[in-house]
């Protein structure tokens, strides 16, 4: 079961922001505002089940973090933009 949060930890956010600092820049030049940063974190022991994807999510540059009970959680940021009405994730 897949949960989605949004981020409050400014720290979190941070790394957010600096991981996706060009797809940020690119949205924000087609008017895009920002939304929210988000955490979509996988079910419990998901960390363990997908333990040979880690390295290579890792080299990718993924921002993770790992909830308790060993879950995955990939964080992103969100944007709105009003006219069409839209919503644009960076992954």
């Keep these: 079961m897949t949960k989605y949060t949004e981020i409050t930890d400014s720290g979190l956010q941070s790394r957010v922001r600096s991981r996706y600092r060009a797809e940020i820049a690119a949205l924000e030049v087609l008017g895009f505002r920002h939304l929210a940063f988000r955490l979509e974190a996988l079910g419990p022991f998901s960390a363990l089940l997908r333990l040979p994807l880690l390295p290579l999510m890792r080299r990718a540059g993924e921002v993770l973090v790992f909830p308790f009970p060993f879950r ?7 944007f709105v933009h009003s006219e069409p009405p839209s919503i644009a994730s960076c992954m």
């Design 72 to 78: 995955l959680a990939l964080a992103n940021v969100l």
